[in-house]
C-alpha cells in the first residue's frame, strides 16, 4: 500500500519558537505587578548593600562583638580593632575598594546566576518572558548557550565559595555570644542567629547543592546516607524561592540593627548579661 507523503514547501509553517501573540497581551488582571515588585525588591537590596558596603563605619559593635555580614571576613588593616575575626593579612585598602571585597564578589555571583534569582530578573528585568499570555519584547531566543549568559554556568562554583562564607557567618554568630562582659545574649544575637539560619537554608536549598548529594548517583539503593541526604536537601529546595527574599531582607535587617547599635542610635535589648 502506498501512501501519498506531501513534500514540505516554503509557505508550510515553521517549527514552533517564541510564542506570538499578535496583541501586546492577552490578560486581562494585573500581570504586571509581580515583576514590579521583584524589580523594586531587587533594586531596594542592591542600592543599599551597595552603600553599606562602601561607608566603611557602624559594621562593627565592640561592646557585644557584633559584625554585621556585609563586613565579613574583615583581612584588611584598614578595618576596626576586633572586627577581624582572621586576622588582618591584607594591608590597607584605597575607599574605593570594599572591606569584605574578598567575599561580596563570590556571593554577588552566587546570588546573580542563582536557578530562582534568573528566573526573577529574566521575567522582570529583561521581560523574558514577563508573563503567560503577554507578548515579548525580544525577536530571537538563544537560551544560556551565549555570552554573557552562558557564564550563568558556573553557579556550581559560586556555590562552593558561599558555602565557605556561610561558615564564616556562622563563626562570627558564635563569637557574638561573648562579648566584652564574657557570654550574653541580646537582641543582635537572635538577628543574627537567625539570619546565619536562613542563609544555611538558602544555601543548601540550592540547586547545585541537591545536585552535589544525589546528582550522579545511579543506583539510590547502594548509597543511603547520600540518597537521605539528597531528599532532606530536595524538600529545602521546594522553598528556595521563600528562602532567597528571605534572606534578602534578614541581611538588611541584621546588618541595620548592627548599623544602628555600632552607632549609638539604640541600644542593644539584653536578655542575659
Known amino acids: 500500500m502506498a501512501f501519498d507523503v506531501a513534500s514540505p514547501s516554503s509557505t508550510d509553517t515553521p517549527p ?11 490578560r486581562t488582571d494585573r500581570w504586571w505587578l509581580p ?3 521583584t524589580t523594586l525588591g531587587l533594586a531596594t537590596f542592591v542600592v543599599y548593600a551597595t552603600v553599606r558596603s562602601f561607608m566603611r563605619s557602624d559594621y562593627w559593635d565592640a561592646e557585644n562583638h557584633y559584625l554585621t555580614p556585609f563586613y ?8 576596626v580593632a576586633g572586627s577581624s575575626h582572621f586576622g588582618t593579612p591584607i594591608g590597607e585598602l584605597p575607599g574605593f575598594i570594599p572591606l569584605a571585597f574578598l567575599s561580596l564578589p563570590f556571593l554577588l555571583g552566587f546570588r546573580l546566576t542563582c536557578y530562582y534569582y534568573r528566573k526573577a530578573y529574566y521575567r522582570s528585568i529583561w521581560m523574558a518572558p514577563p508573563a503567560c499570555g503577554v507578548g515579548e519584547p525580544h525577536e530571537r531566543y538563544t537560551g544560556e548557550t551565549r555570552l554573557p549568559l552562558i557564564l550563568q554556568n558556573v553557579h556550581r562554583y559560586f556555590f562552593y565559595a558561599a558555602l565557605v562564607i556561610t561558615i564564616i557567618n556562622t563563626y562570627d554568630a558564635i563569637l557574638a555570644f ?5 557570654f550574653g545574649i541580646g537582641l543582635g544575637n537572635v538577628v543574627l542567629l537567625v539570619n546565619v539560619v536562613l542563609l544555611w537554608c538558602y544555601t543548601l536549598s540550592c540547586h547545585s547543592c541537591r545536585h552535589v548529594t544525589g546528582g550522579r548517583l545511579k543506583h539510590f539503593s547502594r548509597n543511603p546516607v547520600r540518597y537521605w541526604t539528597w531528599t532532606q536537601v530536595s524538600r529545602l529546595n521546594t522553598r528556595h524561592m521563600q528562602f532567597a527574599w528571605l534572606t534578602l531582607g534578614t541581611l538588611v535587617l541584621t546588618d541595620l540593627y548592627v548599623w544602628l547599635v555600632s552607632s549609638g542610635a539604640i541600644a542593644d535589648l539584653r536578655f542575659i548579661n
Open 178 to 182: 561573648g562579648g566584652e562582659n564574657g
Open 16 to 26: 514552533p519558537g517564541r510564542a506570538s501573540i499578535p496583541a501586546r497581551t492577552l
Open 35 to 37: 515583576p514590579l515588585l
Open 72 to 79: 565579613s571576613p574583615c583581612l584588611s588593616d584598614s578595618c
